[in-house]
């Protein structure tokens, strides 16, 4: 099993930028693929970036392209989303997931493990 514990979230102003963490524990070597979806009040779950187990590939919606920047350390089993130029749009549980196979996906079939969430708000 492996758990994901996602933090950095909160209340920022538009303009303003948030960097989220997500840490995992347990047994990571069979995590590949990393990723973060959110989910908006009254909405359905999204994707929002995706990274491959090396680092050097990325996918992300069309919506968050040029302001948001998925990364990871995984020495620290850890995946980071700076979220620069927020909007108010933005607002949303975000949540952190991984997969056991090392595809970039945007299908959250795709993935097996989830974290709980954290709260990012945008005040216009």
């Known amino acids: 099993q492996v758990q994901l514990v996602e933090s950095g979230g909160g209340l920022v102003q538009a303009g303003g930028s948030l960097r989220l963490s997500c840490a995992a524990s347990g047994r990571t070597s069979s995590m590949y693929v990393m990723g973060w979806f959110r989910q908006a009040p009254g909405k359905e779950r999204e994707f929002v970036s995706a990274i491959s187990w090396s680092g050097g590939r990325t996918i992300s919606t069309d919506s968050v392209k040029g302001r948001f920047t998925i990364s990871r350390d995984n020495a620290k089993n850890t995946v980071y989303l700076q979220m620069n130029s927020l909007k108010p749009e933005d607002t949303a549980v975000y949540y952190c997931?991984?997969?056991?196979?090392?595809?970039?996906?945007?299908?959250?079939?795709?993935?097996?493990?989830w974290g709980q969430g954290t709260q990012v708000t945008v005040s216009s």
């Open positions: 997931a991984a997969g056991r196979r090392n595809l970039l996906r945007a299908e959250q079939s795709e993935y097996d493990w």
